[in-house]
């Protein structure tokens, strides 16, 4: 499936104009409209959290650099 993505603002809240799309003529696609999100420091501060969450998860911290290191091993190994 080939995608596009593109941003624009809108003018007309009846009437929205895409162009210079990379479809043939005839080509039957779907369109999906969705708001953009304006606060890209809030997200970012919600993936922070997240990610800090899940570091500090019980499994995360049990494991240790030698084990990651034999694992990386292995894998490179083949095994």
């Not at 043939?24 to 959290?49: F, N, Y």
């Amino acid at each position: 499936m080939k995608a596009y993505k593109t941003y624009l603002t809108v003018k007309d809240p009846k009437k929205v104009v895409l162009s210079d799309i990379p479809f043939p003529a005839g080509q039957r696609i779907e369109v999906v409209l969705r708001a953009a999100e304006d606060d890209i420091d809030k997200q970012l501060k919600e993936l922070k959290d997240v990610l800090k969450a899940t570091q500090g998860l019980p499994q995360a911290q049990i494991i240790t650099e030698q084990e990651i290191a034999e694992e990386v091993d292995s894998f490179r190994r083949g095994y």
